[in-house]
């Protein structure tokens, strides 16, 4: 059963190329759309990291606790993994590093072809997490010296982040403007590598999941009483796992989160429960007591109106009621609105977690610098990047880029950009990661005893790369 299918993809792809193919040339006449139509001139999967890559051993130039290691010793030590379908590349997770040491054994490799403007996009099952780690997916120029010719960060992320950091280091005279067609957030506005610390011009992805959330609306002594309903089925311990009651026709859900809304709902809606409480039934609970507090509220989801699967928000609402010792709900306390913004995780573990996905970043002179994403499951992931199509037309189709950066009369590209080869690297602490330490979460102590003492702390820092393929614009000779 397996072949025929196998042989019908076959012939649709290889009819479906014909089929684009005859189209280019009268597309490209007529300049058809203001998408640039870019034709695949490599691909890399597997064993091509190994054959058209080169493994860079120099003192990592960000001062990381990193010791970049050669091919041989990357395949020797396990660092540096391929199969038919993958390529792997990670950091040691084994060996105590001593002071004396360069660092931690890594990885850092660079293509050994460049390309001018170009399409590049990259499958990507898992990328480096955890604390210390600071992993790029990157091209910069290949006749430098650097910043001369400018460096493109499509990847880039350190410590616990959860949001993919897009950015732009260039030589002087390089700017884009606040506020363009993007869905991620302007960080900084100057590509210049000379100020701000090498901060370039960077777009912050959306953060998952991100809620804000209205001021609690307390319902005061005339709070609505919910008749006692009790919970026949389900006694009060049960609350601590998910349950889904009837109430009133809507439906009441009881989660770990729900049982704290403070951390469910906001990080400060514990003193906005404890104001509603404390005005609507104050015999109810001790509220002052917070082990009373995060077993005495349950909140009632209200679902947002229907929207389309497309929509970046969905607006709704959630009530509170005090709970019984039995488990009925005594008392509607109040209600928060919320607006929340649905974004798939763009970087780390929760990156990781959902299976991972697909980044492309294109670069031309007419259309600047462009970087999209989308999560593994996205059902909006072009066809040309979700299977590796011959063909590659970026455009309205792919939808609003997360990071743009237009190149016209404040950053000319041939002022700044020329052929750039592409770069994988993961290094330890640094100037980025190592300064961010201390507002990481990660712990006491610096960043580089913690990288030379625990080694299992770096089972996540590894690539897995299922490919990355380039395309070039068509040309009317094409």
């Known amino acids: 059963m397996?072949?025929?299918?196998?042989?019908?993809?076959?012939?649709?792809?290889?009819?479906?190329?014909?089929?684009?193919?005859?189209?280019?040339p009268l597309a490209l006449f007529l300049g058809v759309g203001a998408s640039t139509v870019f034709l695949k001139q490599d691909e890399y999967i597997g064993d091509d990291f190994f054959a058209t890559w080169q493994w860079e051993t120099f003192d990592d130039p960000t001062h990381g606790r990193t010791n970049y290691v050669d091919q041989s010793a990357a395949r020797q030590k396990?660092?540096?993994?391929?199969?038919?379908?993958?390529?792997?590349?990670?950091?040691?997770?084994?060996?105590?590093?001593?002071?004396?040491?360069?660092?931690?054994?890594?990885?850092?490799?660079?293509?050994?072809?460049?390309?001018?403007?170009?399409l590049f996009v990259i499958d990507v099952a898992h990328m480096p997490s955890g604390c210390a780690t600071w992993p790029a997916w990157w091209t910069v120029s290949a006749a430098g010296p650097w910043p001369a010719g400018g460096e493109i960060d499509i990847i880039e992320g350190v410590n616990r982040g959860t949001q993919n950091l897009a950015s732009l280091h260039t030589t002087s005279g390089c700017s884009v403007?606040?506020?363009?067609?993007?869905?991620?957030?302007?960080?900084?506005?100057?590509?210049?590598?000379?100020?701000?610390?090498?901060?370039?011009?960077?777009?912050?992805?959306t953060a998952p999941d991100s809620a804000e959330y209205q001021p609690f609306a307390a319902q005061g002594e005339n709070a609505t009483e919910a008749a006692p309903l009790s919970t026949t089925s389900q006694s009060y311990p049960a609350l601590s796992t998910a349950t889904t009651e009837s109430t009133s026709g809507s439906q009441t859900y009881a989660t770990p989160e729900a049982e704290l809304p403070a951390s469910s709902v906001s990080n400060n809606s514990a003193s906005y429960m404890a104001d509603a409480a404390a005005n609507s039934s104050p015999s109810a609970f001790d509220w002052t007591d917070p082990a009373s507090f995060a077993q005495g509220a349950i909140a009632a989801p209200q679902e947002p109106p229907s929207a389309p699967s497309s929509a970046p928000t969905a607006v709704g609402a959630a009530s509170f009621f005090s709970v019984g010792a039995g488990g009925e709900l005594d008392r509607r306390l109040g209600a928060r609105a919320d607006t929340t913004t649905s974004s798939a995780p763009s970087f780390g573990a929760p990156f990781n977690a959902a299976g991972g996905g697909y980044y492309a970043m294109s670069k031309s002179r007419a259309g600047g610098i462009n970087v999209w994403f989308w999560s593994r499951d996205s059902a909006s992931v072009p066809v040309e990047v979700k299977y590796g199509g011959d063909v590659a037309v970026p455009s309205v189709s792919w939808g609003t880029p997360a990071a743009t950066f237009p190149l016209n009369d404040n950053c000319p590209y041939n002022s700044h950009f020329d052929a750039h080869r592409m770069v994988f690297d993961l290094t330890l602490c640094g100037d980025w990661a190592g300064a961010a330490w201390g507002a990481s979460g990660c712990g006491t102590g610096t960043c580089e005893d913690y990288v030379n003492n625990n080694p299992q702390a770096f089972s996540e820092a590894y690539w897995e790369i299922n490919s990355v393929r380039v395309f070039v614009p068509a040309t009317k000779g094409w």
Request: charged residues 20%; proline residues 1%.
């Open 2 to 24: 397996l072949y025929w299918w196998l042989a019908l993809y076959h012939i649709i792809g290889a009819t479906m190329r014909m089929f684009v193919g005859s189209l280019l």
């Open 78 to 118: 396990n660092l540096s993994v391929a199969t038919s379908q993958k390529f792997v590349m990670r950091a040691d997770d084994t060996t105590v590093v001593s002071d004396s040491a360069r660092g931690r054994d890594s990885i850092r490799i660079s293509s050994k072809a460049s390309y001018d403007e170009a």
């Open 177 to 205: 403007p606040h506020d363009r067609a993007q869905t991620g957030t302007t960080i900084s506005t100057d590509c210049d590598a000379a100020l701000n610390s090498n901060q370039g011009c960077g777009t912050l992805f």
